[in-house]
């Protein structure tokens, strides 16, 4: 492993070559594209889960179409993190990637957006669900969008690192507009989400095969590609990067180590507190993803009472899309707030005494946030019960709790999205790999956790008679273990760290 570590030094030392840090406004372009990205992630958030039980899915097996989220981000970041660190193209070592991403999630788009189209061009019966061509034509250009995330967000946090050369004070500013940026993007995504005749700006895509709910979704897709391509081009055309040329061993030739030996390498030589980071954030993800792969479902069938399969009467569909719409207008507050909160990471990190300190309490938060969801629910069952079954959605006082909920996560999602790739990028320094192959190391903290709840998401909440919230309350523990390893076991960042000179994250 000596050669391979001789070519992770080179990597970091080119990247430290960068004298300077470059100018604030470069890495607010960079940034911009995470906007970009994550428009078509609150999309898939907040509606294709929603779409895929419209399709003919049942709800306990539909996050299992979540899986190739997981799966391509185990593989690909990875993958693209080691050869973007090591890109010889006279473009830049990122700037490659980054457009190779664009272009799949364009072509992933389509697929998705006209995904009830091609297969009933194919034989979908409409009336005869489930409709298997649309789900297989759906459940690919699926993949291929999140093959097309992970290689556009992977490059551009990297990105963000080479800019930021190794400065602290650069490294926070470069994470908190990144996440910044998100959160404008899941401002984007979640109002499109909720605007039910959003279709209507492009009326051609409603057809026989697409109703007003799949009409709106391919509505949604076609502005979001549009905004990613935009930023994409505007930045990677004014921010450039000089093309990189290995650094040769003593036998004159470039140093290389193959893929697995540089990353099985990187996790051999990971210090303690990256392995307590890896830790922290899977616990952390663990709480996270039942309630991020299904808040609006949550809305549509506990909060409304409504039923989104395809056997379901027509009202009790309808309330189910309320609901729906109800959840995208509850996760663009949850994006305002985490766009408020991004900006002010670093003053209440001093106010809390550090890095690891806020990261503990805002797991808390969301703990009980995610607690909170049973009293929501138990709240309109009531009142399901005492007005014989109500078909007019629940009362106006349990509607603002549980967009209040929404609201307030947006707190320690600001957190989640700045602190551990901050923290993973100033790491990688003494790590023994290169920018790109540490956050993707990190990834894989994030993708298992995934994978998990895909899994066993769907077979869990059955056990409990269906529903989401057995697995909200599997996320309340492991969000509030996730907050006591936090404040308990994650060190506090060691004083002679470069990077930490001034305090990780701006804290000391």
């Not at 009409?215 to 935009?230: D, E, H, M, P, V």
């Not at 830790?279 to 039923?307: C, H, K």
């Amino acid at each position: 492993m000596e050669k391979g570590s001789n070519g992770s030094a080179a990597l970091e030392m080119q990247t430290s070559e960068l004298d300077q840090p470059a100018a604030l406004r470069k890495i607010i372009s960079v940034s911009s594209i995470a906007a970009g990205v994550q428009f078509g992630w609150a999309l898939q958030l907040s509606l294709l889960t929603p779409y895929v039980q419209l399709l003919g899915i049942p709800h306990k097996w539909a996050s299992l179409i979540w899986l190739c989220g997981p799966i391509s981000g185990m593989l690909v970041q990875p993958i693209v993190g080691y050869h973007s660190d090591r890109c010889t193209s006279r473009f830049g070592r990122r700037r490659p990637f980054i457009v190779a991403g664009a272009g799949l999630v364009t072509v992933a788009v389509f697929l998705i957006g006209y995904a009830a189209d091609i297969g009933h061009s194919m034989g979908d019966q409409l009336d005869k669900p489930p409709r298997t061509r649309a789900i297989a034509i759906f459940a690919l250009g699926f993949w291929i969008l999140d093959v097309a995330n992970n290689t556009l967000q992977g490059p551009c946090r990297a990105f963000l690192a080479d800019l930021s050369a190794g400065n602290a004070k650069k490294t926070r500013t470069a994470n908190a507009f990144f996440s910044f940026f998100m959160a404008v993007g899941n401002v984007l995504g979640y109002a499109a989400g909720s605007y039910k005749n959003l279709y209507k700006v492009v009326p051609f895509t409603m057809t026989k095969s697409c109703d007003l709910y799949c009409a709106n979704l391919k509505t949604c897709f076609f502005l979001s590609i549009t905004l990613l391509l935009l930023v994409t081009f505007m930045s990677l055309c004014y921010v450039t990067e000089k093309p990189w040329t290995p650094e040769p061993t003593a036998d004159g030739k470039p140093s290389s180590v193959p893929f697995f030996g540089e990353i099985f390498g990187a996790f051999k030589e990971l210090k303690r507190p990256m392995w307590m980071l890896l830790i922290v954030t899977a616990l952390n993800w663990i709480a996270w993803f039942p309630f991020l792969l299904f808040d609006t479902d949550w809305m549509g069938r506990e909060v409304y009472g409504g039923n989104s399969d395809a056997t379901a009467s027509v009202a009790s569909k309808k309330l189910y899309n309320d609901g729906v719409r109800a959840g995208a207008l509850g996760l663009m507050l949850n994006a305002i707030v985490l766009g408020f909160m991004s900006l002010g990471v670093e003053w209440f990190g001093r106010k809390m005494g550090g890095a690891k300190r806020l990261w503990g309490a805002v797991n808390f938060i969301l703990a009980i946030c995610l607690a909170m969801t049973v009293v929501v629910t138990k709240q309109a069952e009531n009142h399901r019960r005492d007005h014989g079954g109500a078909k007019t959605g629940p009362p106006g006082n349990v509607t603002a709790g549980a967009l209040t909920l929404f609201a307030v996560l947006g707190i320690p999602q600001a957190i989640t999205f700045s602190i551990p790739f901050a923290l993973a990028s100033i790491f990688s320094t003494n790590s023994g790999a290169g920018q790109g192959l540490s956050l993707g190391v990190l990834n894989l903290a994030i993708v298992v956790p995934q994978m998990v709840v895909s899994v066993g998401g769907g077979p869990f909440d059955e056990l409990f008679h269906g529903g989401n919230i057995p697995a909200f309350v599997l996320g309340a523990i492991a969000a509030a273990v996730s907050g006591i390893l936090a404040l308990t076991v994650l060190p506090s960042p060691p004083p002679d760290a470069p990077a930490f000179k001034t305090g990780a994250m701006g804290f000391h």
